[in-house]
């Protein structure tokens, strides 16, 4: 099994996206699973994406450590993300509150993100 972060960037509006994923490929399809990553996906097209690998690991545990040190408060709250959660692999909801965008979908952000 390969474990890695990887980034995908928005061709178009330089929007970007930092995750983590494990295969059994060096180089698969996948380039994020993020509820706004997706969205912006399916509104854009997988074409108008780049999804860049960051960092191999050994194992699950070093990756997610490797996560949670960049997809932190900081990274969430900036306009530029489509991260809208903590890193890490928990589904940290702390300072986080449930909203509905506009296809009635519900999801977590941070309570200071200005994008809601």
């Not at 509006?13 to 996906?41: P, Q």
């Amino acid at each position: 099994m390969k474990y890695y972060t990887y980034l995908t960037t928005n061709k178009a509006n330089g929007m970007f996206y930092f995750g983590v994923h494990a295969s059994n490929k060096i180089r698969d399809s996948y380039i994020g699973s993020g509820i706004a990553l997706k969205e912006a996906i399916k509104k854009e097209g997988k074409e108008n994406f780049k999804c860049e690998i960051q960092e191999y690991f050994n194992n699950p545990e070093d990756m997610l450590k490797r996560e949670s040190e960049i997809v932190n408060e900081d990274w969430i709250k900036n306009p530029m993300t489509y991260n809208i959660i903590l890193g890490g692999g928990r589904y940290n909801v702390l300072g986080c509150v449930v909203v509905k965008d506009k296809f009635g979908k519900t999801f977590m952000v941070s309570v200071e993100d200005p994008r809601y």
